[in-house]
T-cell receptor
Framework: GENVEQHPSTLSVQEGDSAVIKCTYS??????FPWYKQELGKRPQLIID?????GEKKDQRIAVTLNKTAKHFSLHITETQPEDSAVYFC???????????FGKGTRLSVIA | DAGVTQSPTHLIKTRGQHVTLRCSPI?????VSWYQQVLGQGPQFIFQ???????GRGNFPDRFSARQFPNYSSELNVNALLLGDSALYLC????????????????FGNGTRLTVT
C-alpha cells in the first residue's frame, strides 16, 4: 500500500519568512495530493491540493509543487504569519477503493 | 450548509467497555471514512464506506467495526476497549464516487475525543 513520509517534523520560522514542508510517496499510481492544516484541538482542514496532471498550484501565499518522477511533493508558505502556526499534514491517494494516506505531520511555529 | 458532524465530542470509558461513535456526512456525500488520530501523529485509516458498503479497512483489530446507514450517516463501534484506543476519532465525508478514478478531498468533522482509563 501507499506510504507517505513527511519532513521536517518540526519547523520554526521568523514571521515574514518562507516555510517549506516536503513529502515523498511510494505508490507511483497515486494521483491526488491534498494538504491539511490542523490547529490545536481542531479538525484537519484542507488548505490546498494538487492532482498528478499538474506540476504546481498556487493559492495566495500557499503553493504546492509535485514531482511525479521523484515521487515527492512540497508545500510552500510565503510571508508567514503567526496564524500559520499549526500542524500540517500531507496525504496521497490512488484511485478506486484505496484510502487517503497521511504523513506524520509537521508542526510549524511562526515566531513574531 | 452543515459540515460533517460527529457525536459525542468527548467520551471517557474504562477498559473492557465498548463505545459507539456517530457521524453525519455533508449533505450529498455518499462516502464516509473513519480515521484514528493519536496525539502527535497523522490520522490513521480505519474504515471507508460508500453507498452503505465497506470499501476499505485499515490495519485495525476486529474489535473495530462500522456501518453506514441508508441516509449515509455512519457509526464506528469499538469493543473491549484498551488504553491504547485513546485517541481522536475523525470522520470524514467526500463527494467522491468510488467507481471513478477522480479523487475528491475529504472533509473532516471535529472528531470525538475518546479517553480510555
Amino acid at each position: 500500500g501507499e506510504n507517505v513520509e513527511q519532513h521536517p517534523s518540526t519547523l520554526s520560522v521568523q514571521e515574514g519568512d518562507s516555510a517549506v514542508i516536503k513529502c515523498t510517496y511510494s505508490d507511483s499510481a497515486s494521483n491526488y495530493f491534498p494538504w491539511y492544516k490542523q490547529e490545536l484541538g481542531k479538525r484537519p482542514q484542507l488548505i490546498i491540493d494538487i492532482r498528478s496532471n499538474v506540476g504546481e498550484k498556487k493559492d495566495q501565499r500557499i503553493a504546492v509543487t509535485l514531482n511525479k518522477t521523484a515521487k515527492h511533493f512540497s508545500l510552500h508558505i510565503t510571508e508567514t504569519q503567526p496564524e500559520d502556526s499549526a500542524v500540517y499534514f500531507c496525504a496521497a491517494i490512488t484511485s478506486g477503493n484505496t484510502p487517503l494516506v497521511f504523513g506524520k505531520g509537521t508542526r510549524l511555529s511562526v515566531i513574531a | 450548509d452543515a459540515g460533517v458532524t460527529q457525536s459525542p465530542t468527548h467520551l471517557i470509558k474504562t477498559r473492557g467497555q465498548h463505545v459507539t461513535l456517530r457521524c453525519s456526512p455533508i449533505s450529498g456525500h455518499k462516502s464516509v471514512s473513519w480515521y484514528q488520530q493519536v496525539l502527535g501523529q497523522g490520522p490513521q485509516f480505519i474504515f471507508q464506506y460508500y453507498e452503505k458498503e465497506e470499501r476499505g479497512r485499515g490495519n485495525f483489530p476486529d474489535r473495530f467495526s462500522a456501518r453506514q446507514f441508508p441516509n449515509y450517516s455512519s457509526e464506528l463501534n469499538v469493543n473491549a476497549l484498551l488504553l491504547g484506543d485513546s485517541a481522536l476519532y475523525l470522520c470524514a465525508s467526500s463527494p467522491r464516487d468510488l467507481r471513478s478514478s477522480y479523487n475528491s478531498p475529504l472533509h473532516f468533522g471535529n472528531g470525538t475525543r475518546l479517553t480510555v482509563t
